[in-house]
């Protein structure tokens, strides 16, 4: 019986994300209200209750839940080899934002895909500038600082272009490109 509950719970919980999604495409998040989650996710209040308190606690355990997930990405590489895999790694996030390609473009034209890619960044962005900084000519910590700031916005931009289908490319072609980009900027400092 628990590992049906827990299936039900997984699968309520996906349910109330998925409209989530759907509804901040729709309209502002301000307005989105437990009321319509309920009514597009197709579920009771009984269940969104069991599982959050309002709206906002569901883009929190999004923006948490998929923080974790991209940074297990980053984890599993090792800090040092990230810059020497950079191309590796960003395939391997658009493959798995490519699972569910529609969800996450609903997100992305919210300000939630948005909101923990830049958490991602944050989180690593001290340890990023350190190997930047370490690799530079110049030891500039400014330059270091832009050179990452411009990488790392340039980088987001890009995959939210792919997830928006401006750019049309499977995850790999992506990877390839953004990689490039990435190698043909350290050219100037490493």
């Known amino acids: 019986m628990a590992k049906a509950e827990y299936r039900s719970s997984i699968r309520s919980k996906n349910l109330i994300k998925k409209a989530v ?23 009771s209040r009984g269940t969104f209750y069991a599982h959050y308190s309002d709206v906002s606690s ?34 391997q996030i658009c493959e ?14 919210s300000n939630v895909l948005n909101n923990f890619l830049w958490r991602l960044v944050e989180v690593y962005y001290d340890r990023l500038l350190e190997i930047v900084y370490s690799q530079q000519k110049t030891q ?16 987001k931009q890009v995959i939210l272009s792919w997830l928006d289908d401006g750019i049309q490319a499977t995850p790999k072609e992506i990877a390839s490109i953004v990689g490039s980009l990435v190698k043909l900027n350290m050219q100037f400092y490493v």
């Open 96 to 109: 798995y934002l490519d699972r569910d390609k529609e969800y996450y473009r609903m997100l992305a034209q």
């Open 21 to 43: 999604a759907k509804l901040i495409h729709e309209k502002e998040i301000s307005k989105i209200t437990v009321s319509d989650i309920i009514r597009e996710a197709d579920i």
């Open 58 to 91: 569901v883009l929190e355990h999004i923006e948490n839940e998929e923080l974790k997930i991209l940074m297990e990405y980053v984890d599993r590489f090792g800090f040092e080899n990230i810059i020497s895999n950079i191309t590796l790694l960003i395939e």
């Open 140 to 155: 500039n910590k400014d330059e270091a600082n832009a050179y990452l700031v411009y990488i790392t916005s340039g980088a």
